[in-house]
């Protein structure tokens, strides 16, 4: 089975002061939730994102990847279905069209649909209606019908379809322009369309309470609310002639190198000591016991590695880390780049979770004199 899909999103209503497909939520746009989901399952050969003339330069920038086309918004909904439609391929057999404002669609959802239109032509998942409904004069604002209930289902998508079957209905009906999804022109050729049960999860982004409760439940999905955690860590080492200087997991260049059991990088220690200290963990002498011969010599990367696996025993990740060297020498500014990536590599985060900055001690005391370096860590973590 060769499956394509269609997302639209060229709706340019700015009802939440801008379109809602391109509002932000949880790190990412709308449509990007929704173009990942689908990128998600392998089975599905191609994406067309149909974008507005308005943004289609920019937002194709940002979307584009491998599987993804792109095709540009008519002047309705179902003009944009027809334009997106146009890029899927002759030998495609089921064809899913999915809202762009769907951000929460499953990889469930998507193949319950593909699966049942495959079988039997066109399938919509929809969800039962939960509220009783009325029907009402629109100006007058008097109920004029209660119809049952049961009967009613709220419709999602992606609705999916053979491709003959939604070529047909699209080919049948080109002016349908009041259509709000194709379902309705497939129903209208007389195609029987057949309704995927799914729950009410997968919500259309329209108002601004539909953004706070779509990011309630990718928190939900992702485990639920994270704590942060901060810790503190402080080090502090001689600076002796005739070793090597390693800060940060770097070798800086000079005579005097950090007296210590380890290769004395005062930066990892203090830094790991923050990490355990956010963990609730102690600190590492606690982990490696200076007085234990067996961790004489051990390079510090070696530290934090036992500092990581705790982080990924308390199922924790590091969102930042930010340190202070204190030293009157060498000027650590040169060194800020190449110890910051260091940092980051050392402790498997992007850059910009990580920050590297110097102080001198102004000659104050044995630091200020030249004699050693500390440094002071702050770390947060997600628990
Ligand atoms: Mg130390």
Known sequence: MKVEAVIVAGGSGTRMGKPKQFLSLAGKTVVEWSLQAFLDLPEIEKVV?????????????????????????????????????????????????????????????????VEEAYESG????????????????????????????????????PQCYRREVLEEALSRFPDAAAATDESQLVERCGHKVRVVPVGSENLKVTMPEDLIMAEAILEHRQGGRRRTAV????????????????LAGKKLPGKKGLLGHSDGDAVLHAACDAVLGALGAGEIGLLFPPEDPKFKGIASREIVAEVLKKLVEAKASLANLDVT???EEPKMKPHYAAMRASLAEVFAVPL?????????????????KGQAIACHAVAAVLL
Do not use: C, Y
Not at 234 to 240: A, G, M
């Open 325 to 327: 060297i204190v030293a």
């Open 352 to 368: 910009e979770r990580v920050n590297v900055k110097a102080k001198s001690h102004e000659g104050l005391g044995e630091i200020g």
């Open 122 to 157: 066109a399938a919509v998942p929809a969800s039962r209606v939960k509220d009783t409904l009325k029907k009402v004069a629109s100006k007058s604002l008097w109920i004029s019908d209660t119809p049952t209930r049961s009967s009613f289902w709220a419709a999602q998508t």
């Open 231 to 246: 810790g503190f860590g402080f080090d502090v080492h001689r600076l002796v002639e005739g070793r090597e200087l390693w």
């Open 49 to 113: 994102v149909v974008l507005g003339p308005e943004d289609f330069r920019e937002r194709k920038k940002k979307l584009s990847q491998p599987h993804v086309v792109f095709a540009e918004a008519g002047a309705t909904r179902m003009g944009s279905v027809r334009n997106g439609f146009k890029q899927i391929s002759e030998d495609a057999d089921v064809v899913a069209i999915h809202d762009g404002a769907r951000p929460l669609v499953t990889a469930e959802i998507i193949r319950a649909a």
